[in-house]
């Protein structure tokens, strides 16, 4: 399997079952907790303790994404319980909100915000009956439809589309020689160049993949940045 599809392979899906709160899980990064909340239900804070006990076990965390982008829910009681859950972490957290952040998740978003002073990344929320619009501190904007697609797979390549027409690259190369390699070093031979070996050029590794989600990009850089900076000197 290629090394994004392993990357997003870590990411736990439990969408599609009706009584999970927490939608994915995953470490981002090498230390970056990410949790994506399907909805505030009442289960929301037990399923994330489990999340992060799950994630602790193999990676040292340092710091949370809570992805609260188009998350609803009804639940206060909820919120609150996850919100304490947070403060007793005492760790780096980012929240991402959006236009389809909805009901009590703009409630928890407020709540974090002020009594875990996490900070928001993303574009504003409506307001609620619990809670005002949010209006991030770090303001990204993207299409609903485009965020919707790169939240399935922060790593995922765009799709090419004028690079791989022929018009497109052929018309790059009217002047190519296409004389062999074996043709020219005959040539030089002949010519009294002597040969001197073609240096064999090391197969350039693959480039690491990056997440291509930039409100979640954004939030995870802040958490990497803070563990460099609280990281104990020698």
């Known amino acids: 399997m290629a090394l994004t599809g392993l990357l997003a392979a870590q990411i736990s899906s439990r969408a599609g079952t009706t009584d999970t709160a927490l939608a994915k899980s995953a470490i981002l990064e090498g230390n970056v907790a990410y949790l994506r909340v399907g909805q505030v239900g009442k289960n929301l804070a037990d399923e994330i303790r489990a999340a992060q006990g799950a994630l602790a076990v193999s990676n040292k965390i340092a710091g949370t994404v809570l992805d609260l982008r188009f998350t609803d829910g009804n639940d206060f009681n909820s919120a609150k319980a996850t919100a304490d859950l947070f403060a ?9 909100v959006n236009g389809g952040t909805r009901g009590e998740a703009v409630a928890l978003a407020a709540i974090l915000r002020e009594a875990h002073e996490g900070l928001i990344f993303g574009s504003a929320t409506q307001g609620t009956r619990t809670a005002g619009p949010i209006q991030p501190d770090i303001v990204v904007a993207v299409g609903p439809e485009d965020e919707r697609a790169v939240m399935e797979n922060p790593y995922a390549t765009p799709t090419q ?12 190369l009217p002047f190519v020689d296409h004389t062999s390699e074996a043709d020219l070093v005959r040539a030089r031979i002949k010519d ?10 090391r197969a350039s590794e693959p480039l690491k993949p990056f997440i291509r989600d930039p409100v979640l990009a954004r939030a995870v850089d802040l958490i990497k940045g803070l563990a460099i900076v609280r990281a104990p000197r020698s």
């Open 88 to 96: 007793s972490k005492k760790m780096p957290l980012a929240i991402l």
């Open 161 to 172: 589309i004028e690079t791989n027409a022929p018009e497109a690259t052929n018309n790059l």
């Open 192 to 201: 009294g160049d002597g040969f001197e070996p073609v240096p064999v050029q």
